[in-house]
């Protein structure tokens, strides 16, 4: 029989940690609770509390709602959101991440402190949640830049601050960083501003450390994890066996084959349960294999 290891250092981040178990405080309380988007982009946990009660609604749908609870999940959002609840009577349970937290009001700070002097270029996933909450504290005014491609988005004959999303990797935002400088004018000022967490970044370290001398790897992450693709990517630039599943029924007999260790890592937004549960597939498959 294979050895099966499930990775220590992956799932959950505590921002996401923290909104699930705010979640499960105000659902333990009865009511109706709504969340604005899914409190994790992991499908099996969503459906997860879904079952206790959680009822997920768009931002269209959030305008339709008074006087209810609605739980404001990890990625933050925009100052429109607040407005939106404050008009419509509706309790907000605030589960911004603290480090993104700080993140906007960093941006808001650096954006009413300079107007129109400087551009603010915000290194993410155009349209992601987070994103949305971070341009909003512009008034919509911040350029995003998703990489070095982008960047004929920013006038470099003028002032730029740049900052990055929570989540981007620190190898993507040096990157950015030394194009910039690069391209920028004579005499226009650049400043660049590390809003990375460390605790996320420092996975991709581990994840590569875990993944090396495994026979295969089991990668566990939701289809909307922008995270979970980044983090995929670096175990398979490791290890060529590493394989992306959603759940333990997407796993396939023919990716255990010959395998005498095998690796089981997930995003930030992936629980313990659903890796605990591919292990147990994992060894059902081979057992009957």
Not at 27 to 41: E, N, P, Q, S
Not at 102 to 121: F, N, P, S, T
Not at 123 to 144: C, F, P
Not at 269 to 280: D, G, H, I, Q, Y
Request: aromatic share 6%.
């Amino acid at each position: 029989m294979a050895d099966i290891e499930i990775d220590k250092e992956s799932g959950f981040c505590f921002g996401v940690v923290t909104a699930i178990r705010k979640a499960e405080e105000e659902l333990a309380k009865g009511g109706t609770l709504y969340c604005l988007g899914d409190i994790v982009h992991n499908s099996a946990e969503v459906e997860r509390l879904q079952r206790k009660g959680l009822v997920t609604i768009t931002h269209e749908e959030l305008a339709d709602l008074r006087n209810v609870r609605v739980l404001l999940r990890a990625h933050g959002e925009p100052p429109e959101t607040y407005e939106i609840a404050r008009r419509n009577n509706i309790e907000i349970i605030d589960a911004t991440c603290p480090v993104v937290l700080r993140l906007q009001q960093r941006i808001k700070a650096d954006y009413d402190r300079e107007g129109a002097g400087a551009q603010i270029v915000i290194y993410g996933k155009i349209g992601h949640a987070e994103v949305n909450g971070l341009v909003g504290q512009t008034n919509g005014d911040a350029i995003v830049i998703e990489s070095a491609d982008d960047l004929y988005k920013v006038d470099f004959n003028r002032d730029i601050d740049l900052f990055s999303q929570t989540t981007k990797p620190l190898e993507g935002f040096s990157d950015i960083i030394s194009e910039i400088e690069r391209r920028k004018s004579p005499g226009v000022r650049f400043v660049s501003y590390d809003t990375i967490c460390r605790q996320v970044a420092n996975r991709v370290g581990h994840l590569r450390s875990f993944v090396r001398g495994k026979d295969v790897v089991l990668f566990v992450a939701g289809a909307k994890s922008s995270n979970g693709k980044v983090l995929f990517n670096q175990c398979l630039a490791e290890n060529s066996r590493t394989y992306l599943l959603g759940n333990p029924d997407e796993l396939k007999t023919e990716w255990l084959s010959g395998a005498s260790s095998i690796g089981i890592c997930g995003a930030t937004s992936t629980p313990r349960w659903l890796m605990e549960e591919v292990a147990s597939k994992a060894q059902e498959l081979l057992a009957n294999g």
